[in-house]
Nanobody, 121 residues
Framework: VRLVESGGGSVQAGGSLRLSCTTS?????MGWFRQAPGKEREGVAA?????????EYADSVKGGFTISKDNTVNRLTLQMNTLKPEDTARYYC?????????????????WGQGTQVTVSS
């Protein structure tokens, strides 16, 4: 499964960015992770593609980020609002064709190359 991310960039604090990830085939569990220099990779948001389409968010992004999944075009989107300098990181899309029990943990089979998000104060 190939993952292609887009939408990163630079923005001032309080601004918004939208990240997209398109997969080459349908995947059941998808998530966004981020990694800042010198820090571990952190789960940001995840979404299951089955009935109910439950989502999970890291506490640090609740209320500001929204994850959505369009199964008709195999695309995962992360809308990031009210961005802060501490959101600066490289963001990675992750996917699995199976159910991932802890979707904010990096237990995924497929990863994108990442896209840089930089938030200036």
């Amino acid at each position: 499964v190939r993952l292609v991310e887009s939408g990163g960039g630079s923005v001032q604090a309080g601004g918004s960015l939208r990240l997209s990830c398109t997969t080459s085939k349908y995947t059941y569990t998808m998530g966004w992770f981020r990694q800042a220099p010198g820090k571990e990779r952190e789960g940001v948001a995840a979404r299951y593609g089955g009935g109910g389409s439950s989502v999970e968010y890291a506490d640090s992004v609740k209320g500001g980020f929204t994850i959505s999944k369009d199964n008709t075009v195999n695309r995962l989107t992360l809308q990031m609002n009210t961005l802060k300098p501490e959101d600066t990181a490289r963001y990675y899309c992750a996917a699995s064709t199976r159910w991932v029990p802890s979707p904010l943990q990096p237990d995924y089979d497929y990863w994108g190359q990442g896209t840089q998000v930089t938030v200036s104060s």
